[in-house]
């Protein structure tokens, strides 16, 4: 019965604090090597990782921010473009009815020459006119004159035959 008491007690739950204590020992060991090898770079991995999202993020949020800027200073630039682009047809349509307006000014004033000069050409030519028709008025006046009084006339009754004949020549007009 000695044996199966052996037995029975071993198997029957009585205490036994080495084993426990062998136990905790091998415990604490193994946290010990877990914390040391396991658990520091598992930390530093996510240490790491998580500077690394937040390193993204700041990157991301500045990439946004920049293309923030440049769209604000894409959308002032046109807004410039427009504005210059209104101003540069504003000037062409001055500029255009400027030139228009001097157009037309040198146009009337070209006008306005060739009709002055054409009325100094009128009055030269009826000038001309009249002459050669006094002159043959009073060539054919003393022709008729000879050959109608068939004698000779004095330079005074000459002149005033001249004047009569011309003033009924400009009556007949």
Do not use: C
């Amino acid at each position: 019965m000695l044996t199966s008491g052996l037995v029975l007690g071993a198997a029957g739950g009585g205490f036994n604090g080495g084993d426990i204590l062998f136990q905790l020992v091998i415990f604490l060991i193994l946290l010990a090597l877990l914390r040391k090898y396991a658990w520091g770079p598992l930390m530093g991995i996510m240490t790491q990782r998580e500077e690394h999202v937040a390193n993204e993020i700041k990157a991301a949020e500045a990439r946004r921010a920049e293309a923030s800027n440049y769209l604000e200073e894409q959308r002032e630039l046109l807004k410039q473009s427009r504005t210059e682009a209104g101003q540069l047809i504003e000037n062409a349509k001055k500029q255009g009815e400027m030139q228009r307006e001097d157009i037309i000014t040198v146009a009337r004033a070209e006008a306005d020459r060739l009709k002055e000069s054409a009325k100094r050409e009128i009055v030269q030519e009826k000038e001309k006119a009249v002459a050669a028709l006094r002159e043959q008025v009073s060539s054919l006046s003393v022709l008729i004159a000879s050959k109608v009084i068939e004698k000779e006339l004095s330079e005074a009754d000459q002149e005033k035959l001249i004047s009569e004949y011309i003033k009924e020549a400009g009556e007949e007009r």
